[in-house]
C-alpha cells in the first residue's frame, strides 16, 4: 500500500525498480511528512513524495565539500521523464566522482546561458536602439531599417558570430531594392558593430564588416543625371501638388522650388526655413 506510513515508512536503503507507471501510482505522504523510493538502478537515486503529492527525482550522495551524504533535488517528475532523470543523475555521480559538485556545474552553465542572450542581435540591438537613436533626428528610420532589414535575419544570433557573410547577404539582398539603400543599410551595419565595440561589454571585439567597401559589393553610383522638367512638366507637377493634403502638397512645392532632397525638406525643422 502506498503511501507508507509509521515504522514501515521506506528508508533511504529501500530500493524498487522505478518505473513511470509506479511513480504516477505513488499516493501523498501522511500529513506533515514526505518519503521516497529509491531506484534499483542507479545508486542514490531516487523520488522524493510530500503531503501534498508532488513528485521529485532526488540523488542522495556524499557531494564535495560535505561530510556527510546529502539530498539535492534533480527535477520534479511533471517536468523531467524517468529516462532523463536517471541519466542526470549518472552524469551528476561521475562529476562527483571527480570531485566536481554538480551545482556549480549547472550555476556555471546557467550564467554562461544568461551572457549569451544578453548579447544575441536583437539584445545589442534594442540597447542601441534605447542608448543611441532617440536624440537623432532619423532615428526612427534607422530603428525601422533594423526591425525590418537586420533583426528577422541575425535575431537569436550572439552578435560575436556574425560573420563578414553574413553582413554580406544581407546588403545583397537588398540591392534588388536600389543601390542606395543597399549603401545604406551597409552603412548602418558599421556603425552598429562600430558601437557595440566601444560598448566594450558585448564580447565583439573586431566589426565584421572591416574591409567590406560599398563599391565592390553593390557597384559604383551612376552620376549626376542632366534631365531636366519641361514648363509643361513643372505646370502638371505644380497642379498635382496642389491637390494633395497637408503636409505633402507642401513638401512637393519645397522640393520643386529649391531644388533640395526629399529627406532634407521631410527632416527640416521651422528654424531652418527663412519665411522671408
Known amino acids: ?20 507507471t509506479l511513480i504516477r501510482g505513488l ?8 518519503y521516497q523510493i529509491m531506484d534499483a538502478q542507479v545508486p542514490g537515486f531516487g523520488v522524493r513524495v510530500t503531503d501534498t503529492g508532488n ?23 511533471a517536468d523531467i521523464n524517468l529516462t532523463d532523470a536517471r541519466d542526470k543523475a549518472r552524469q551528476w555521480r561521475s562529476m562527483v566522482g571527480q570531485g566536481i559538485d554538480p551545482v556549480d556545474v549547472e550555476a556555471a552553465e546557467r550564467a554562461a546561458a544568461a551572457r549569451e542572450r544578453a548579447t544575441t542581435f536583437e539584445s545589442v540591438a534594442e540597447a542601441f536602439i ?3 537613436l532617440p536624440g537623432e533626428r532619423k ?14 535575419r541575425w535575431r537569436d544570433r550572439p552578435i560575436t558570430s556574425i560573420t563578414d557573410l553574413d553582413v554580406l547577404a544581407v546588403i545583397k539582398a537588398k540591392i534588388p531594392d536600389g543601390k542606395v539603400g ?3 543599410l551597409l552603412a548602418l551595419v558599421k556603425r552598429f558593430f562600430g558601437w557595440a565595440i566601444a560598448q566594450r561589454v558585448y564580447g565583439v571585439t573586431v566589426s565584421p564588416c572591416a574591409g567590406l567597401q ?63
Open 139 to 152: 532615428g526612427k528610420d534607422v530603428e525601422r531599417e533594423i526591425r525590418r532589414d537586420l533583426m528577422p
Open 55 to 77: 513528485r521529485t527525482f532526488i540523488l542522495r550522495t556524499r557531494y564535495p565539500g560535505r561530510a556527510s551524504p546529502g539530498r539535492r533535488e534533480i527535477g520534479n517528475c
Open 214 to 276: 560599398a563599391s565592390s559589393i553593390i557597384g559604383e553610383m551612376k552620376g549626376p543625371r542632366d534631365r531636366v522638367l519641361s514648363d509643361d512638366e513643372i505646370f502638371a507637377y505644380w497642379r498635382a501638388a496642389a491637390r494633395m493634403p497637408y503636409p505633402y502638397r507642401q513638401i512637393y512645392q519645397v522640393l520643386i522650388l529649391t531644388g533640395l532632397r526629399l529627406s532634407e525638406v521631410t527632416d527640416a525643422s521651422l528654424s531652418e526655413i527663412d519665411f522671408r
Open 182 to 184: 543597399s549603401r545604406n
Open 1 to 20: 500500500m502506498w503511501p507508507p506510513s509509521g515504522p514501515d515508512m521506506p528508508k533511504t536503503e529501500h530500493r524498487k525498480n522505478l518505473t513511470p
Open 130 to 132: 534605447r542608448e543611441k
Open 27 to 34: 499516493k501523498p505522504a501522511p500529513q506533515g511528512t514526505r
